[in-house]
């Protein structure tokens, strides 16, 4: 019996398959669309939205992109909790700063690896009990559950290619109804002060 269980070939457990995701680029026409449909009824408010991740104190102040909120770059990642208990039931997540060159894809790869995190320790079977790195500790303020999970799985996270910048310099004169609270006055200011809108 020793001998025959021996050459009998192991069945082992099927590993877990580790749940990836990566951040994909949206551009200033895809978004407009997206706006535009949402604006005349073809698209639910639910199905999308848009994190403006710029400095709450500067160049958020004059104005933002219709439906967007502001969770400032470095109260991102402190939020990520909070914003995953808000959003999760969102189809696309649309991340950007001023030109999504450095705070919006420092912000979508932070989405993104907690995102990962958070699904793998659910998912994992070999994990008991839900531990969290310490760089995404607010992970702990999720209601985490199999149908949570699932949604945030099957979201899409996109950074708004040429961010508020490119997407202001490219609508503001001829689709302004895609903008809340702009301030043409600030942004001739910040212009003169240091090149931001041009």
């Known amino acids: 019996d020793e001998l025959i269980s021996s050459l009998s070939p192991k069945i082992e457990k099927d590993e877990y398959e580790e749940f990836r995701c990566e951040w994909k680029s949206l551009g200033c026409p895809q978004l407009k669309d997206v706006l535009e449909r949402h604006m005349h009824g073809k698209l639910d408010n639910k199905a999308f939205q848009i994190i403006d991740v710029r400095d709450d104190t500067k160049d958020y102040l004059g104005g933002h992109i219709l439906t967007a909120i ?3 770059n470095n109260l991102f990642r402190p939020n990520l909790g909070r914003i995953f208990n808000e959003f999760h039931n969102r189809e696309f997540i649309i991340i950007h700063c001023m030109y999504s060159q450095q705070r919006g894809i ?5 989405y993104k690896k907690a995102l990962e995190e958070l699904v793998n ?7 008991e009990k839900a531990k969290y790195s310490q760089q995404f500790h607010s992970l702990n303020d999720v209601k985490v559950t199999d149908a949570v999970v ?12 040429g961010g508020f910048n490119g997407f202001i310099n490219k609508y503001v ?3 302004n109804h895609l903008f809340e609270d702009y301030n043409a006055i600030y942004w001739k200011t910040q212009s003169l002060a240091d090149g931001g809108f041009r």
């Open 70 to 72: 502001n969770i400032a």
């Open 106 to 110: 420092q912000s979508a790869n932070w």
């Open 121 to 127: 320790n659910h998912c994992n079977p070999s994990i």
């Open 150 to 161: 699932e949604n945030l799985k099957s979201q899409t996270v996109y950074v708004l290619k």
């Open 173 to 175: 004169n001829t689709a």
